[in-house]
């Protein structure tokens, strides 16, 4: 259902940009929601967006990231600037609707900052 894509390894200060593409157009009525999880560490929200295209960020990404939505192509964007090694984890996009109830991940795609 979900297919993230545009991680991999970038230095500290550069840029990527991850896409998360659902399958079904029941993107149009979902929250969608970028997490990351870091290697040992818990699973942590980035960044969700609302149907209507209202942002909520982790307050780590202090600016750096920006999520965006095209519901023409059902696909989520995540910006992310500034990368810093603690940024380094597994990203994973969640697609959540309230009715009907449906609660998708896809696998995730790895990005990796490190000098």
């Known amino acids: 259902q979900l297919t993230e894509s545009g991680g991999g390894s970038v230095q500290p200060g550069e840029s990527l940009r991850l896409s998360c593409t659902c399958s079904?157009?029941?993107?149009?009525?979902?929250?969608m929601a970028w997490y990351r999880q870091p290697v040992g560490k818990e699973r942590e929200l980035v960044a969700s967006?609302?149907?209507?295209?209202?942002?909520y960020y982790g307050d780590f990404t202090k600016g750096r990231f920006t999520i965006s939505r095209d519901d023409a192509e059902n696909t989520v964007y995540l910006q992310m600037e500034g990368l810093r090694p603690e940024d380094t984890a597994l990203y994973s996009c969640?697609?959540?609707?309230?009715?009907?109830?449906?609660?998708?991940w896809g696998r995730g795609t790895q990005v990796t900052v490190s000098p």
């Open positions: 079904t157009n029941i993107f149009k009525l979902a929250t």
């Open positions: 967006i609302t149907t209507g295209s209202r942002a």
């Open positions: 969640n697609l959540k609707t309230v009715t009907p109830r449906f609660d998708y």
